[in-house]
Structures are given as structure tokens and as C-alpha cells.
Nanobody
């Protein structure tokens, strides 16, 4: 059974940094994309970043230059380094895996989701 577990969420001051982890298990293929999405109470769920099956990173415009996604293939773990955090970055962060399609930002194409990790950014 494929499972994803996020960790690393915390409460930080504006301008601070966090590193989120997404640990995967039960993967039956080493060809997949992992995406990070976030959901704030005042917003719809939005795509943040992905690393695709070619291990190419992709970022939403709102986080480009501040966030870095990386992957440890040996551990099936993906990291999201978040720097210069802003209040608008706050929310529940979810990682998800897409084994089937080439899309890396469309939530409907991701098959398995983690339970989320909370990020709070205060002024």
C-alpha cells in the first residue's frame, strides 16, 4: 500500500525558513512525480511545487526563488526547503504522488495524498 507522510511543519516568523519532508513507502514503481500543495482556510488548495519523473523541479510563481524541491530517490523522500517565508505561505501542506500521468501540477492526477503538515507564518 502506497503511503506518504509529511513532516516538518512549524510556526515561524516572517522571513524564516522551514524544510518539509514527504516520506513515501510501498512504492511499486520508481517512475513518479511528487507534488506539494497547500491549503489555507481563506484559499482554495493550490499547487506549490513538484519534482517530475525526470526529477525536474517545477514551482508556482508565488514561491519561485524562495522554495526548493529535492528528492532522495534511495529513500523515496522528497523535501521542500522554504526560505523567506511570508504570511501568505501559511497553510496545511500536503504531498501527493502521481504514478500514471505526465502532469505535475494538476491535483486530480495525483493518486495518493499524505495527511498534511501545518505551516504557520507570523509577523
Amino acid at each position: 500500500q502506497v503511503k506518504l507522510v509529511e513532516s516538518g511543519g512549524d510556526s515561524v516568523q516572517t522571513g524564516g525558513s522551514l524544510r518539509l519532508s514527504c516520506a513515501g513507502s510501498g512504492f511499486t514503481s520508481n517512475t513518479y512525480s511528487i507534488g506539494w500543495f497547500r491549503k489555507a482556510p481563506w484559499n482554495e488548495r493550490e499547487w506549490v511545487a513538484s519534482i517530475d519523473r525526470l526529477e525536474t523541479p517545477h514551482y508556482a510563481d508565488s514561491v519561485q526563488g524562495r522554495f526548493t524541491i529535492s528528492k532522495d530517490s534511495a529513500k523515496d523522500t522528497v523535501y521542500l526547503q522554504m526560505n523567506n517565508l511570508k504570511p501568505e505561505d501559511a497553510g496545511m501542506y500536503y504531498c501527493a504522488v502521481n504514478f500514471r500521468t505526465l502532469y505535475w501540477s494538476l491535483a486530480d492526477h495525483f493518486e495518493v495524498w499524505g495527511q498534511g503538515t501545518q505551516v504557520t507564518v507570523f509577523a
